[in-house]
């Protein structure tokens, strides 16, 4: 049997929560484990996952229906290499809403394409509905919180983003210091380069890279047994 395909849509509704940390975190999970990884910069005019790791990300739009086209064509292919969107707020509806019109879900099970949105919420209620939204629309889709703790407030909220069926439990990344975060926003820094380097494994940021490629791992498993056990209840 062929593996199947991981597609994780790394996406909020709300600005500056740390989606494209996130994505970026996933993207060098991958690439710390010398395995092939593709991932797309949905975020007009400001592509910084694209900054940040250009020989692995193509900046893609959702301006019109050629680039819609382009975009799902990628997202759809199950070549068996994991793919990351990094999907900006702005974004987002339209995303959804193109993924909906196409039945994108269908096709992606064809094709053994097995997606997974990252929503990384926020204390706004804007957030909250917008995440209610993608569990009413897309029953049969992986969708699994994410609590950015360096975003204020947002502990308080995790009841407010309930685990979907098929996504699991929710995704804690700890907050880094200001001094890590002016750190890891240096272009030339490298999350896979750090951990194969690092001396000290009790220091905070090797710690916090750890527990990310660590949950990373999790997920992965996660989506791709969730995917068997679906297989195994339309075949019984």
């Known amino acids: ?39 797309f910069d949905v975020n007009p005019d400001e592509f910084t996952l694209l900054d940040y790791l250009p020989a692995h990300t193509a900046a893609a739009s959702i301006r019109d229906t050629r680039g819609e086209m382009a975009l799902f064509d990628q997202l759809v292919l199950g070549d068996q290499v994991p793919k990351v969107v990094d999907l900006g707020y702005a974004q987002f509806e339209r995303f959804f809403a193109v993924m909906q019109e196409i039945n994108f879900l269908a096709e992606a099970r064809r094709r053994d394409v097995v997606p997974m949105v990252l929503f990384v919420a926020d204390a706004d209620e804007r957030a ?21 703790l360096a975003v204020p407030q947002i502990a308080r909220h995790v009841a407010s983003f309930p685990p979907s069926p098929r996504g699991g439990p929710p995704l804690a990344l700890p907050a880094l210091t200001p001094v890590l ?10 999350f896979a380069a750090y951990a194969s380097k690092a001396a000290d494994p009790t220091a905070e940021l090797f710690e916090w890279t750890r527990k990310a490629f660590l949950a990373f791992r999790d997920l992965e498993v996660r989506l791709l047994l969730g995917e068997l056990r679906s297989d195994l209840k339309h075949s019984a």
């Open 1 to 39: 049997m062929s593996r199947p395909t991981p597609l994780f849509i790394v996406t909020s509704s709300r600005p500056r929560v740390g989606k494209t940390l996130l994505a970026r975190v996933l993207v060098e999970f991958y690439c710390a484990q010398d395995r092939p990884v593709c991932a």
């Open 181 to 190: 975060r002016s750190v890891i926003e240096r272009r030339s820094f490298s």
């Open 128 to 148: 909250r509905l917008a995440y209610a939204m993608l569990q009413r629309r897309f029953a049969g889709l992986a969708l699994v919180a994410v609590f950015n």
